[in-house]
T-cell receptor, first 113, second 115 residues
Framework: NAGVTQTPKFQVLKTGQSMTLQCAQD?????MYWYRQDPGMGLRLIYY???????DKGEVPNGYNVSRLNKREFSLRLESAAPSQTSVYFC????????????FGSGTRLTVV | AQSVTQLDSQVPVFEEAPVELRCNYS??????LFWYVQYPNQGLQLLLK??????LVKGINGFEAEFNKSQTSFHLRKPSVHISDTAEYFC?????????????FGSGTRLSIRP
């Protein structure tokens, strides 16, 4: 009954460090997404994967890379973290691209100093 | 392209009072519409969705929303709010049957309930 699981929940990085945010879903969903949430800006799509083996850029992809490891897992990598990447990151999944609603993870709060 | 606008960034109301959170969308094709709720320090949870059919949609926790195609609106309502409804609410839109479709979120409305 886990749904979408994100790790870690909190992380502090120094500028220039790299890290990978992990996301796994157990609902057999085809599509997965990475969003960032910043105050007053709602959720902005970073990257998405419509199905296993495909990934595409969203609204704000610069500074990020993704890997759809298998149907369950979709990771987000910051190669060289910058203070502008301080944010809360959410992973989500859906049965098919766009519909019929997403299931979200509980988020990763990332601070880059 | 689709877009969604939430007209109020913050809505303060007294406990047991009614509330309406406003949402307008823009699209040249038919859309799916959603409302999500985010409680403090948590992820987003689907409150309700409109896919087709009846324009009045009922969701969890006593919330409902009405799809108005002519006004391009999808306002969220609750007749009597409780302290536990304090949260941020996001309206969202997507285009069905599109391989390139993703859900687009509004900027959110923070609902604060006063005792």
């Amino acid at each position: 009954n886990a749904g979408v699981t994100q790790t870690p929940k909190f992380q502090v990085l120094k500028t220039g460090q790299s890290m990978t945010l992990q996301c796994a879903q157990d609902m057999n969903h085809n599509s997965m997404y990475w969003y960032r949430q910043d105050p007053g800006m709602g959720l902005r799509l970073i990257y998405y994967s419509a199905s296993e083996g495909t990934t595409d850029k969203g609204e704000v992809p610069n500074g990020y890379n993704v890997s759809r490891l298998n149907k369950r897992e979709f990771s987000l990598r910051l190669e060289s973290a910058a203070p502008s990447q301080t944010s809360v990151y959410f992973c989500a999944s859906s049965e098919v691209i766009g519909g019929y609603g997403y299931t979200f993870g509980s988020g990763t709060r990332l601070t880059v100093v | 392209a689709q877009s969604v606008t939430q007209l109020d960034s913050q809505v303060p109301v007294f406990e047991e009072a009614p509330v309406e959170l406003r949402c307008n969308y823009s699209s040249s094709v038919s859309v799916y519409l959603f409302w999500y709720v985010q409680y403090p320090n948590q992820g987003l949870q689907l409150l309700l969705k409109y896919l087709s059919g009846s324009t009045l949609v009922k969701g969890i926790n006593g919330f409902e929303a009405e799809f108005n195609k002519s006004q391009t609106s999808f306002h969220l309502r609750k007749p009597s709010v409780h302290i536990s409804d304090t949260a941020e609410y996001f309206c969202a839109v997507s285009v069905p049957y599109s391989s390139a479709s993703k859900i687009i979120f509004g900027s959110g409305t923070r609902l604060s309930i006063r005792p």
